[in-house]
């Protein structure tokens, strides 16, 4: 299994105000790490702390997670990508139409932002499923949007460990899987029962790894950061 040549790193931000997060980034080096920007961040800060980060050097996951009618999701995806935004992503189960001109309004400006799409949220289990009306397991209901999402036009998903080698199988190569929930080796396994190390999830053919409190909640999050890069380095010669 080949590895993505790029850092594949991605630090979750998973802080309350700009002024925690941009504390906490003036501890990382721009070229060793991507950063994510998710809900609650962006909701409080607005469209400017995806700027900030952006002239610090950083590329930015904006984690937002679009759903709506394909004009009102196109031009959301346009304006994060207008922002700075390095990566975006869109619910899958919005339809290809809205997949399609999401991909299309980013192309038609002139912008090489990443755009990449939600399946079946990690929370998810058979019985939530049926819930919303889907009766296949959350695994086959993954599979057929992350088909769907490449064949809209877009740059890849965001999945879990556990569904990245079915994915990599299946999809062509250059098809990123983004996988959160990365435990390096070193942390502490906490509440989570199945855990997934950097060096895993690429040997399973994950492209990028998103991790949160491993590295923000570190002493010191460069040596964290350097660590996981030790890692990888193990799988990657």
């Known amino acids: 299994m080949s590895v993505h040549p790029e850092n594949p790193i991605i630090v979750a931000l998973d802080y309350a105000d700009a002024r925690q997060a941009l504390e906490f980034v003036e501890q990382l080096e721009p070229g060793r790490c991507q950063l994510k920007v998710g809900k609650e961040l962006f909701t409080r800060s607005g469209p400017s702390i995806v700027e900030m980060l ?47 001109e999401s991909a299309r309004r980013l192309r038609d400006h002139g912008h090489d932002t990443l755009l990449i799409a939600v399946t079946v949220l990690t929370s998810m289990d058979d019985i939530q499923l049926r819930q919303t009306g889907i009766n296949a397991s959350p695994a086959e209901q993954v599979m057929h949007l992350a088909a769907l999402t490449e064949q809209s036009g877009l740059d890849g998903v965001v999945c879990s460990a556990q569904e990245a080698v079915m994915l990599r199988e299946a999809l062509p190569l250059d098809f990123k899987l983004v996988t959160p929930g990365i435990r390096p080796s070193f942390a502490e396994k906490g509440d989570q029962q199945r855990i997934v190390t950097p060096a895993k999830a690429l040997l399973d053919g994950s492209d990028y790894l998103v991790i949160g409190r491993p590295i923000t909640r570190a002493e010191d999050p460069m040596q964290a950061l350097v660590l996981i890069e030790q890692e990888i380095a193990t799988v990657r010669g």
């Open 54 to 100: 952006t002239k610090k050097g950083f590329r930015v996951f904006l984690d937002l997670k679009f759903h709506d009618i394909p004009n009102t999701t196109a031009q959301a995806v346009l304006a994060a990508a207008d922002c700075g935004a390095w990566m975006v992503n869109v619910h899958a189960c919005g339809g290809r139409p809205m997949m399609e």
